[in-house]
């Protein structure tokens, strides 16, 4: 490829990058507002919660995308850049997967730990911020992962409103040089990237935070060499 086409494509990486680091700080923000609520005491909050999780769930990211680009300037008379309109429908489809695992991991805590606030008389944010979270979070981790992943490659989607990000970039390269094998290759390879380098990130991430509740894993003692007792070297020598 010339070097202008490789710098189309740099340019499509930057965008999907964008795009991801938004969404997921978006869809965290979301994660942990509405998993929360599901464990909401009054049953409204739950409902509602449950209500955003279950809509955003059930519908295709894709038709999403259409309805914050397309739909909403009809309905509102403004219209989102590519960029915001991307991140949005993005972030509140992932975060909607990611409220369940909030719920999820804050309802597996033992319950004791939560009985145990209670004596000490904290209040309901108290026993979140001080007892539940602190527990919860590590476990989030590993499935938060596999969601990046899947929010990395729900970027693509963004394509439909003719953003450069990269699997736009890389049709637009394809139709310029009629190479499908070597264009599609690099994109694997780019994505494939991306994502070990992101499922490391947060395995390093999760370590420390078990580390921080003390639930890392035990390092292998080492184990001293076995001593030979006096007399058999020559024993066995005879």
Do not use: C
């Not at 990058?17 to 009054?42: C, D, E, I, K, Y």
């Not at 509602?48 to 909403?72: H, N």
């Not at 290759?185 to 395995?203: E, G, H, K, P, S």
């Amino acid at each position: 490829m010339t070097p202008g086409l490789w710098e189309l494509v740099l340019r499509g990486v930057w965008v999907t990058l964008q795009l991801l680091v938004f969404g997921a700080l978006l869809a965290t923000v979301v994660s942990f507002v509405v998993g929360v609520a599901r464990t909401h005491r009054r049953w409204i909050v739950r409902f509602v919660a449950g209500l955003y999780t279950e809509v955003f769930r059930g519908t295709s990211a894709l038709i999403m995308i259409f309805w914050v680009y397309f739909v909403l300037p009809l309905a509102f008379g403004w219209q989102l850049v590519p960029m915001w309109a991307g991140v949005l429908a993005l972030g509140l489809t992932y975060g909607a997967y990611g409220a369940e695992i909030v719920r999820g991991a804050l309802t597996a805590v033992d319950p004791a730990q939560r009985e145990g606030g209670i004596a000490l008389s904290f209040t309901p944010w108290q026993r979140m911020r001080l007892i539940l979270l602190p527990q919860a979070v590590p476990e989030m981790i590993p499935p938060f992962a596999n969601l990046v992943v899947e929010l990395l490659k729900g970027t693509a989607l963004v394509s439909v409103m003719g953003m450069g990000d990269l699997a736009f970039s890389g049709s637009l390269v394809r139709l310029a040089l009629q190479e499908s094998v070597e264009i599609y290759a690099y994109l694997l390879v780019i994505y494939f990237v991306i994502a070990f380098l992101l499922t490391r990130a947060m395995r390093v991430l999760e370590r420390r935070l078990k580390a921080g509740v003390g639930k890392a894993p035990a390092r292998k003692a080492a184990v001293p060499p076995a001593r030979v007792p006096e007399g058999a070297s020559a024993g066995g020598g005879a």
